[in-house]
């Protein structure tokens, strides 16, 4: 199971990583006890249109953008979960369903599944960058999930990327700066103000105007728009600069960019490049691959299944 910010997805996942049957619905903000109740309800779901029994499950593996407690996997804070404060969603699994119940930072689970079967396969070193509704990510390094002391690596949302007079009430915010600039609805946001500013581009042609998306303005950017090119280069450069920090840091074999934003920013990718071998440690950002994801919005469901198998002791 993957719950973001917008929806939730559940599928069925078997020990090679291929992924079955999956379907999603709105995620509920209606807090965690009507949260849960849809979350049952998803997984009774995904059991009965596939005929597979409880008894056949080897677990549950969800992957949820929130802090958890170290050792029991207790929800402490989901940012982008309405009301989601100290609450056990694996002990309500658990009791309802009996099977093994694994939950993940959605970073991880991410990058997990990249790592099991998708672009990051054939690497030991690797980190996963994450934007959707918010930004997050993983890392894989030496061959081993990366969690940190509180499970939260990966949490680059978080990057503060300038010092300015902004910053005060950024840090204040329940999401990061770099998050706030370049997730999928700041991204809206900035290019709905840059289309009004610019009356002649395709993007505002787009009606309503709230109905832009960072998809869509990727597409226009693609035709050769030139206030898109323009506003997505702005945004290429901002996604490089983090990427660039994390590849000095870390060194990985390779960066990638996945959620229903990152994925699809193939139109940005030869910006985004030039930044990271401008702005990163010379060596690791000339040697760093830097691709898109290949399991796209599966890589959370996949993730999530091997994080299961992990947890078992079937796997790794």
Not at 158 to 172: D, H, K, V
Not at 273 to 297: C, D, E, F, M, Y
């Amino acid at each position: 199971m993957d719950i973001g910010g917008t929806k939730t997805a559940v599928g069925l996942v078997d020990s090679s990583g291929y992924l079955h049957f999956q379907k999603q619905a709105p995620t509920c903000q209606d807090g965690p006890q009507h949260g849960f109740a849809q979350i049952i309800r998803l997984i009774e779901e995904v059991l009965f249109e596939t005929r597979i029994g409880i008894d056949q499950v080897q677990g549950i593996g969800i992957g949820i953008p929130a802090v958890l407690e170290p050792e029991t996997d207790f929800v402490i804070w989901g940012p982008n979960l309405a009301g989601w404060r100290n609450v056990d969603l694996r002990g309500a699994l658990i009791d309802h369903f009996k099977v093994p119940v694994c939950v993940e930072y959605d970073g991880h689970t991410a990058v997990l599944g990249e790592w099991w079967i998708g672009a990051g396969k054939a690497y030991q070193s690797m980190v996963s960058i994450i934007i959707g509704t918010g930004l997050g990510g993983g890392m894989v390094l030496d061959g081993k999930l990366y969690r940190g002391m509180n499970r939260l690596a990966g949490a680059a949302g978080w990057f503060g990327l300038t010092l300015n007079a902004g910053m005060q009430s950024q840090r204040e915010s329940s999401i990061g700066f770099w998050e706030a600039r370049i997730a999928g609805p700041a991204i809206s946001m900035r290019a709905q103000q840059f289309a009004a500013e610019h009356p002649n581009s395709m993007m505002a042609s787009v009606s309503p105007p709230d109905r832009l998306t960072a998809q869509q303005v990727f597409e226009i950017a693609g035709k050769g728009d030139p206030a898109a090119q323009q506003f997505c280069e702005q945004i290429a450069d901002e996604i490089g600069i983090g990427i660039a920090n994390v590849v000095s840091l870390v060194d990985p074999q390779v960066v990638i960019l996945g959620g229903g934003v990152g994925s699809n920013c193939g139109v940005l990718l030869p910006r985004i490049r030039q930044v990271v071998q401008s702005w990163a440690q010379p060596i690791a950002g000339k040697s760093v691959q830097l691709v898109l994801s290949t399991l796209g919005a599966k890589a959370g469901l996949v993730g999530a299944a091997y994080s299961v198998l992990l947890r078992n002791g079937a796997e790794g």
